[in-house]
């Protein structure tokens, strides 16, 4: 178990986030502190979950319960990218909207 | 807004005077870009867009009900806007008013269907609610 969360905290979403924003907290990097806060809720779940399925698996299938502990890290990662993929695309159209606005200023 | 100078600027200088107001708030000086903001209101005839960028300074600061306001002041300026309804609606569901954010968006991207224009940001920003995470 305690080999996991190093894994998941490579891809904490705070880190994304403090390496590729200002200082200064916009709306959306206050929301990526949120969405990295509920990530490492989950991270931190984790766990507590395989706790639980192994004292209801009395056979103490171990190997079962890491595959699935990875699966659901699997998909918190790939949630979290997904999500920053869709930050970055909403601040490039932002940007360029505006852009094309001052450019056709009269 | 009557322009309390009496001054007269050209095309390019609004631009530029735009751009660096942008450039301050993308650098965290938000006070000196609402400030440069305000004074754009009064020189330019596109009021809509320094009032939308006086709301993107209130939203950097997230005081998401005020960045409304000053949104709202631009789609009533310009209702034509794609990116006034964008920015709206971003600030609308930041602001936990989701049913009025949907239909911004809704309007920003029915305006400008090719997205240049504040569509595609309307839509990402559509895509990010339909996650059902703001």
């Given amino acids: 178990m305690s080999n996991i969360n190093p894994v998941g905290q490579n891809y904490d979403f705070r880190q994304i986030q403090s390496t590729t924003t200002s200082s200064h907290q916009s709306g959306w990097s206050k929301f990526g502190r949120i969405l990295g806060d509920v990530a490492g809720g989950v991270m931190g779940n984790v766990p507590v979950l395989g706790s639980a399925l192994s004292s209801l698996n009395t056979q103490g299938d171990a190997s079962f319960n890491q595959q699935y502990e990875l699966i659901l890290l699997q998909q918190q990662i790939q949630q979290n990218m997904q999500m920053f993929s869709t930050m970055s695309n909403i601040s490039k159209s932002k940007h360029e909207a505006a852009m094309t606005a001052i450019r056709n200023m009269k | ?134």
């Fill in chain 2, 1 to 134: 807004m009557v322009n309390p100078l009496p001054i007269a600027i050209t095309t390019d200088e609004k631009r530029f005077l735009m751009e660096s107001a942008v450039l301050m708030r993308d650098s965290g000086r938000l006070d000196q870009a609402a400030v440069m903001f305000e004074a754009i209101v009064s020189l330019v005839d596109d009021r809509h867009l320094p009032l939308i960028g006086l709301g993107s300074v209130e939203f950097e600061r997230g005081a998401f009900e005020r960045a409304v306001e000053r949104f709202e002041d631009a789609v009533a300026f310009a209702p034509d806007c794609a990116l006034a309804h964008a920015h709206l609606g971003e600030a609308l569901a930041f602001s936990r008013h989701l049913e009025e954010a949907q239909l911004a968006l809704r309007k920003a991207t029915e305006l400008d269907p090719a997205g240049t224009a504040g569509g595609n940001m309307a839509r990402q920003i559509q895509k990010f609610l339909d996650y059902g995470l703001l």
